[in-house]
């Protein structure tokens, strides 16, 4: 579809637990996704980002069930929003992680 009409500003992906596999079929980079993270598939989550920096430059961040309000006030590393899901915060109920490439947001990472 990227070929045919071109890279989507943002990709919205909620799938309960198959994001990972959908992110692998991404050829390349886009400048913003978003995923939903479930606390009891921590791996599906790494997973995500690990696709996603190999895609290029992502920085992250993550909001608590369908808030849409981001709880960290700094874009974060990959490492860093790995470790934010792990909280007590984040393990009592699902969410999304965010992610835009570094270049398309000049706001710094942490």
């Not at 994001?19 to 993270?37: C, D, M, N, R, T």
């Not at 920096?53 to 709880?71: C, D, K, M």
């Not at 700094?74 to 109920?93: C, F, I, K, N």
Request: proline share 6%.
């Amino acid at each position: 579809m990227i070929d045919r009409f071109g890279p989507p500003r943002f990709v919205k992906i909620d799938c309960e637990g198959s994001e990972a596999p959908i992110l692998e079929g991404l050829s390349q980079a886009v400048s913003a996704v978003s995923f939903e993270y479930l606390p009891w598939t921590p791996d599906e989550a790494e997973a995500c980002v690990v696709r996603l920096l190999a895609l290029g430059p992502y920085q992250f961040n993550w909001s608590v069930g369908e808030t849409f309000q981001l709880q960290s006030s700094v874009w974060l590393s990959g490492r860093d929003v790995l470790a934010a899901l792990r909280t007590p915060e984040a393990q009592r109920r699902a969410g999304d992680v965010y992610a835009t490439l570094i270049e398309h947001d000049l706001r710094r990472t942490r």
